[in-house]
């Protein structure tokens, strides 16, 4: 059996070797001039401590996490940040606008976050509804073109509408969000229909999923269908055990886009012998 390298006697299964093989040679998520072996992108709210955050982000494998720009102290480093806690030599910070209304003030906030040193990219939240919270797709393209302008990569959160996909892609977007349902709802997918179609039509960009992923089947299923990767926060930082979901999720993403490369059976209405009949013994 083959044995990690400098790993004593602790053997890698078939299993684990073909995953580190793949993530290894075509793994990687790309998005604009970046490359992450991890497919999986990790918030930072709703955890009950810092701590507890800390060692979710290190279960996940993740290698990017996103943080609310309006939700840190980015003026006095004095007080105690989630961003102490997040190590920048492991994790890519991908800062977002979350609790932002409109376009300028989603601009500000981008603006803000380049200026204080966190990232010139953007997960462009530009929010429609206060109970839904479900995009102001006018206002997202709006501050879409400009942040692009001002030479931002630009992620935009979205709903599941392929018009307003590619016209974030016009607009410069270096990747698309769609929801698979309400933030923080944890319903899985519920439109599969608008996903198989986004997927099928837009080649240009990573789509990711982002928002209303609940548990590690939901990320399964998102990468069997083939996107690129998944967002997720309140899934992981709420459930019963954070940690342990936080690993499950990291399999549930390896393994879904595995099955997806792969390539499933097709269905059958009826059943299909797995041994043929040929040359059995009568």
Same mark, same amino acid.
């Given at each position: 059996? &083959? /044995?990690?390298p @400098? ?17 290894? =040679?075509?793994? #990687?998520?790309? *998005?604009?001039?970046?490359?992450? &072996? ?24 993740? !290698? =990017?996490? #996103? ?18 806690? $997040? ?9 977002? #606008? ?18 204080? @040193? ?13 109970k #839904? ?5 006018? @206002? ?5 073109r400009?942040?692009?302008?001002? @030479?931002?990569?630009?992620? +935009? ?11 974030l $892609? ?8 769609p929801?698979?349902?309400? *933030? ?11 996903? &198989?179609?986004?997927? !099928?039509?837009?080649? !240009?960009?990573?789509? $990711? ?20 990767? $998944?967002?997720?926060?309140?899934? *992981? ?12 999720m /990291? ?14 059976? +097709?269905?059958?209405?009826y ?10 013994? /009568?």
């Amino acid at each position: 059996m &083959r /044995r990690r390298p @400098g790993a004593g006697s602790k053997a890698w299964s078939p299993v684990r070797l073909l995953i580190r093989e793949h993530n290894d =040679m075509s793994g #990687t998520l790309t *998005i604009a001039d970046r490359k992450f &072996r991890s497919r999986l992108i990790v918030g930072t709210g709703k955890y009950r401590t810092f701590e507890e955050m800390k060692r979710c982000h290190e279960a996940s494998g993740a !290698e =990017m996490v #996103t943080v609310a720009v309006r939700r840190v102290n980015l003026t006095d480093r004095s007080k105690e940040s989630l961003l102490d806690y $997040i190590d920048r030599d492991k994790f890519f910070i991908l800062p977002n #606008t979350a609790g932002c209304y409109n376009a300028d003030e989603a601009v500000r906030t981008a603006r803000l976050a380049r200026e204080v @040193g966190l990232s010139n990219w953007i997960k462009l939240e530009v929010i429609g509804d206060q109970k #839904t919270l479900f995009p102001d797709t006018h @206002g997202l393209l709006e501050a879409t073109r400009i942040l692009v302008k001002e @030479g931002f990569v630009v992620l +935009p959160y979205t709903n599941d509408d392929l018009i307003v996909a590619k016209k974030l $892609i016009d607009a410069g977007a270096a990747a698309v969000m769609p929801l698979a349902a309400p *933030i923080g709802s944890g319903l899985g997918i519920q439109n599969v229909s608008n996903l &198989r179609i986004l997927r !099928e039509m837009i080649t !240009e960009v990573p789509l $990711i999923i982002d928002a209303g992923v609940g548990t590690a089947s939901d990320a399964t299923v998102a990468m069997e269908m083939g996107f690129d990767g $998944i967002l997720m926060n309140t899934a *992981i930082a709420e459930a019963g055990d954070p940690e342990k979901m936080a690993v499950a999720m /990291r399999h549930a993403v390896e393994a879904g886009r595995l099955a997806y490369e792969a390539g499933r059976i +097709p269905k059958k209405l009826y059943a299909s012998a797995s041994s043929p009949l040929e040359g059995v013994v /009568r």
